[in-house]
C-alpha cells in the first residue's frame, strides 16, 4: 500500500508552487533593470540600484517572517496557511512592478522602488513557509530528494513561461506600445502565479509539530543563530555563488544580444535552448537525487557551465554565427539546472541538522534566512550589472553603445559567472550531509527523542561533529538558540 507521502498528487501539488517560485524571479532577472533603462529611461546605475537598496527590506521581513512560520498554529498547518494569503498578495505585488507611470525622474525612482519592495514582501510571505514546507511533510532523504526533483522540473517549466511568454506577449503590442505590453505580462503572470500557489494549498499536507517551548518574540540573535550550524553554512556557500552566476547571466542576456551579438531576434532561439537543455537536466537530476547524494548534480552541471562560459569569449562580436551559440546555451542549462536542484534539495535537511543542535525544529527560521540571504545576493548582483554598465559607460538613450561599453557587457557576462560558479564547487566538496550519513542523523534524532541518550559510538560522534560544526557534547541543547 502506498504511503501518503507517495501519492503523486502531493507531489505535483507540492511541486507546481514553484511556477511562481522560479518564474517570478527569473522575469524579475531578466527583464527588470531591462524595463528600466530601455523602456522607463532610467540611469543603469539607478536602475541596478533599485534591487539592491530593495533588498534591505528583506533583513527585517524575511527572518520576520521564518520565526513567524515557526510560532504560528493553524488548524490548515502554518506554513499552507500562510501560503493561502501570501498566493493574493504575491500576484497583485508582481503586476505593480509593471505598471509605468509618468512624471519626473525622482517620483519614477521612488514608485519603482516602493512596487520592488512589496513585491520583494509578497515573495517572502509565499517562498519562506514553503521552502520550509517540505521537512514537515516528507522524511525521508531519497524521498524529499524526488519531491525537489519535480519541483525542480515545474522550475523549469515556469523558467521556459517566464523566459519566452513575456516576449511573445509584449511583442504583439509593437514597439509604440511597449509599456502595455508590459503591464499586460504582468497581468497575465499574476494570474498564473495565483492559480498555481492556491493548487499548491490543496493539494500538500503538513505535519503537526509538537508543542515546544520557545522565546515569546523573535530576536536578531535568534537568526544570526542559524549561521552557526556548518551545514547551514555551506549550503549558504552552494546556494548564493551558483543561483548568483546565474544572475548575471539572466540580467545581461537581452544586452548581450542587442549589443554585442546585435542579434536581439535571436532571443527566442537561444532561450530555447538553455531552458530546453535545463528541463532535461532536471529529469535528469531527478532520477540522481533518487539515488545517490543531492551533491552529484552540482558535480555533473557546474564544470559544463564553466565551459559553456568559458566559450562565451570566442563568439562574442557582432554577427557571430547561432547555432554554436545556441549549443552553448544548451551547455549552460545543464548547469543552471543543477544550480537549482541541489541547494533546494538540500535546504529540506537543514531542519534536522537544527533539532539536533538546540532540540527545536526550525524550519521557518532557515527557509527565511536562506531566503532573505538569496534576495540580498540577487540584490548585489543586479547591482552589480547597473553599477558596471555605467562604469563602463553603457548609455540607454544611444541605439549604438562605445566599444568599451561592449566590452563591459562581456566581460561582467563571462568573469563574475566564472568567479561564482568555482566558488560554488569549493561550498559543493566542503558540504559535510550525504545520502551515506544521513541516517546516522536520523537514527541519533530518534534516539535522543526517546530517552536523550547520547551514543558512544566514536565514528558516530565524529560524524555529527561535520555536519553540525559543534562538539558533540553541546549537541541537543536548547540553549544552543542562543549565540
Request: proline share 5%; no cysteine.
Amino acid at each position: 500500500m502506498r504511503t501518503k507521502e507517495n501519492r503523486l498528487r502531493y507531489k505535483l501539488g507540492y511541486g507546481i508552487a514553484d511556477l511562481y517560485g522560479g518564474g517570478a524571479f527569473l522575469i524579475i532577472s531578466i527583464l527588470f533593470i531591462f524595463f528600466m533603462t530601455e523602456v522607463v529611461g532610467m540611469n543603469a546605475a539607478l536602475a541596478g540600484s533599485i534591487p539592491f537598496i530593495g533588498r534591505t527590506w528583506d533583513a527585517i521581513t524575511d527572518p520576520f517572517m521564518g520565526a513567524l512560520v515557526d510560532r504560528t498554529r493553524s488548524k490548515y498547518g502554518a506554513k499552507r496557511f500562510f501560503i493561502l494569503i501570501g498566493s493574493f498578495v504575491a500576484a497583485f505585488t508582481f503586476m505593480l512592478v509593471w505598471v509605468s507611470i509618468g512624471g519626473g525622474p525622482g517620483l519614477q525612482y521612488l514608485y519603482y522602488l516602493l512596487a520592488f519592495m512589496l513585491f520583494s514582501t509578497g515573495f517572502t510571505i509565499v517562498m519562506v513557509p514553503y521552502n520550509a514546507l517540505l521537512p514537515d511533510m516528507v522524511h525521508s532523504y531519497h524521498l524529499r530528494g524526488q519531491y525537489t526533483g519535480i519541483r525542480m522540473v515545474f522550475s523549469a517549466l515556469s523558467a521556459i513561461l517566464g523566459a519566452l511568454l513575456p516576449e511573445i506577449i509584449i511583442g504583439r503590442f509593437g514597439p509604440d506600445r511597449v509599456k502595455e505590453g508590459y503591464l499586460v505580462m504582468g497581468i497575465v503572470f499574476g494570474f498564473i502565479f495565483l492559480i498555481s500557489l492556491l493548487v499548491t494549498f490543496f493539494n500538500t499536507f503538513e505535519d503537526p509539530l509538537p508543542e515546544k517551548k520557545q522565546p515569546k518574540r523573535p530576536s536578531i540573535r535568534e537568526n544570526v543563530y542559524v549561521f552557526k550550524n556548518r551545514a547551514f553554512r555551506m549550503y549558504l556557500g552552494i546556494f548564493l555563488f551558483g543561483q548568483g552566476s546565474v544572475d548575471f547571466i539572466l540580467a545581461l542576456i537581452l544586452y548581450f544580444l542587442t549589443y554585442v551579438l546585435v542579434q536581439p531576434d535571436q532571443y527566442i532561439t537561444i532561450m530555447a535552448g538553455v531552458l530546453g537543455a535545463q528541463l532535461f537536466a532536471m529529469v535528469l537530476y531527478q532520477f540522481l537525487l533518487k539515488y545517490h547524494s543531492k551533491k552529484v548534480p552540482i558535480y555533473v552541471g557546474i564544470p559544463l557551465q564553466i565551459l559553456a562560459t568559458v566559450l562565451v569569449v570566442f563568439f562574442a562580436y557582432e554577427g557571430a554565427p547561432i547555432w554554436p551559440i545556441v549549443g552553448i546555451a544548451v551547455l549552460l542549462g545543464f548547469g543552471t539546472a543543477a544550480s537549482t536542484v541541489t541547494p533546494f534539495a538540500i535546504l529540506t535537511d537543514l531542519a534536522d541538522v537544527d533539532e539536533l543542535i538546540s532540540t527545536q525544529r526550525r524550519a521557518g527560521m532557515y527557509a527565511g534566512m536562506a531566503t532573505f540571504s538569496r534576495k540580498i545576493a540577487n540584490g548585489v548582483a543586479l547591482g552589480l550589472v547597473g553599477l558596471s554598465l555605467w562604469l563602463f559607460g553603457f548609455d540607454s538613450n544611444a541605439a549604438v553603445q562605445s566599444d568599451l561599453a561592449v566590452f563591459g557587457i562581456v566581460f561582467v557576462f563571462v568573469a563574475f559567472p566564472l568567479l561564482f560558479l568555482i566558488t560554488a564547487l569549493f561550498f559543493t566538496a566542503r558540504y559535510p550531509l550525504n545520502n551515506h550519513n544521513f541516517p546516522i542523523l536520523k537514527a541519533e534524532l530518534l534516539r535522543r527523542r526517546a530517552d536523550g541518550t547520547p551514543s558512544d559510538d566514536p565514528a558516530v560522534r565524529d560524524t555529527l561533529e561535520k555536519i553540525t560544526g559543534y562538539p558533540y557534547e553541546k549537541l541537543w541543547r536548547v540553549e544552543n538558540v542562543d549565540i
